[in-house]
């Protein structure tokens, strides 16, 4: 059981640049988010989804892209890369809102 | 808007203390409370839920509590050993935020041989 599996752990971005940060989960949860972890900052939301066609945006948003095709997957776009992304990025799943949650073991990500 | 805080940011102890880690949220209508564990470089663990209804969780050498109406939590861990050095996140799930987690900003344990 895979539970939640994000690629690339690692990735250095150029400012300008987009890419893709890949959220796969096999446990067939509904609701699935993104966040960031930042120095002293704690964890925060970027987007989230409560099902297949359903996005919404966290505390966060600027910046990023998401969207919802199917129940496994739930990739985060960077459109135009700024230092200031420069973070850990987690993705999480949960069946429902009352329910735990689990998390993928992150990409580093660092735009130069 | 839901606030959670943790305190203290970090801790050290000699190996085999009983330790509690505190955890408080400014909106008390949630639904549930996790804490995790998280090691350098690495992703966040879940180790124990604790539903709104409910007062504790234990599994093993830890226990949560809830205190809903007072907006707290404790995580107790007895027999503190190195191995639980780690960051320790608290995070609530409420109607304020959307159904979605608020996460405090961690404890920092260190646990000394």
């Known amino acids: 059981n895979a539970g939640v599996t994000q690629t690339p752990k690692f990735q250095v971005l150029k400012t300008g640049q987009s890419m893709t940060l890949q959220c796969a989960q096999d446990m067939n949860h509904e609701y699935m988010s993104w966040y960031r972890q930042d120095p002293g900052m704690g964890l925060r939301l970027i987007h989230y989804?409560?099902?297949?066609?359903?996005?919404d945006q966290g505390e966060v948003p600027n910046g990023y892209n998401v969207s919802r095709s199917t129940t496994e997957d739930f990739p985060l776009r960077l459109l135009s890369a700024a230092p200031s992304q420069t973070s850990v990025y987690f993705c999480?799943?949960?069946?429902?809102?009352?329910?735990?949650?689990?998390f993928g073991q992150g990409t580093r990500l660092t735009v130069v | 808007k839901q606030e959670v805080t943790q305190i203290p940011a970090a801790l050290s102890v000699p190996e085999g203390e009983n330790l509690v880690l505190n955890c408080s949220f400014t909106d008390s209508a949630i639904y549930n409370l996790q804490w995790f564990r998280q090691d350098p470089g690495k992703g966040l663990t879940s180790l124990l839920l604790?539903?709104?209804?409910?007062r504790e969780q234990t599994s093993g050498r830890l226990n949560a509590s809830l205190d809903k109406s007072s907006g707290r939590s404790t995580l107790y861990i007895a027999a503190s050993q190195p191995g639980d050095s780690a960051t320790y996140l608290c995070?609530?799930?409420?109607?304020?935020?959307?159904?979605?987690?608020?996460f405090g900003s961690g404890t920092q344990l260190t646990v000394l041989p």
């Open positions: 999480a799943s949960r069946d429902r809102f009352d329910t735990e949650a689990f």
């Open positions: 989804s409560v099902g297949a066609g359903i996005t």
């Open positions: 995070a609530v799930s409420s109607s304020g935020s959307a159904r979605q987690l608020t």
């Open positions: 604790i539903q709104s209804s409910q």
